[in-house]
């Protein structure tokens, strides 16, 4: 692909995630996209149908990449060590910080990270627990443990990107996720 046109792609991606910061998704503007980008509306049309559509760009992206961290979790040896890719998945939070941020708080019929991360999240645990055949000490479903994973990990990030990480918040990640991934066997 063009330099130029992965250029004015970034620069127009890089506007919209600056305005995210200060504006909801709502009252952002495909002109105020254009202003900030320095590009005019029709640049903006030759690559993106709406603000919807660079909003799923965005999103697609940001999901691509934090889909190798993902898996590079379930795929741990020992599996019970959350602290191992932990690091890596908060530095990732981290230097895109300000727009996960901004995506979590965009619930919409065509975009919903927050969800689309915790889908994520639920179908690669559950992929693992099956593999693994795992059966639960507690006698609950791993469809509900899947659901819990999820839950608990988005709301860990979430809480680290806000307030900052330490030591102490991932030996009690690690905590949950031994409790939570107890065996029966």
Same mark, same amino acid.
């Given at each position: 692909?063009?330099?130029? $046109?992965?250029?004015?792609? /970034? =620069?127009?991606? !890089? ?5 995210? $910061?200060? /504006? @909801? *998704? /709502?009252?952002? !503007? ?7 980008? +320095? $590009?005019?509306?029709?640049?903006? &049309? ?21 889909? %190798?961290?993902? #898996?590079?979790? *379930? =795929?741990?040896? %020992? %599996? ?12 990732? *939070?981290?230097?895109? /910080? ?16 927050? =969800?689309? *991360? ?25 469809? &509900? ?7 608990? $990990? ?8 806000? +307030? ?7 030996? +009690? @990640? =690690? #905590?949950?996720? @031994? ?5 029966? !066997?």
């Amino acid at each position: 692909m063009d330099l130029r $046109v992965l250029k004015t792609q /970034k =620069n127009i991606k !890089t506007a919209l995630c600056n305005l995210l $910061v200060h /504006k @909801a *998704f /709502k009252d952002i !503007t495909v002109q105020n996209i254009c202003d900030k980008a +320095l $590009v005019s509306r029709s640049t903006f &049309y030759d690559h993106y149908y709406d603000k919807y559509d660079l909003l799923s760009k965005i999103a697609e992206e940001i999901i691509s990449e934090f889909k %190798p961290y993902l #898996k590079h979790r *379930f =795929n741990l040896n %020992p %599996p019970d060590s959350f602290i191992s890719i932990g690091a890596y998945i908060i530095k990732y *939070f981290s230097e895109n /910080k300000n727009i996960i941020q901004a995506l979590f708080s965009i619930h919409n019929e065509s975009i919903d990270i927050y =969800n689309d *991360f915790k889908a994520i999240l639920i179908q690669e645990c559950s992929s693992y627990l099956k593999r693994e055949n795992f059966i639960s000490k507690f006698n609950v479903s791993n469809d &509900y443990i899947c659901a819990h994973y999820a839950s608990y $990990v988005l709301t860990s990030f979430e809480l680290w990107l806000k +307030l900052g990480e330490n030591d102490a918040d991932f030996r +009690l @990640a =690690n #905590k949950f996720q @031994a409790i939570l991934f107890e065996s029966s !066997t």
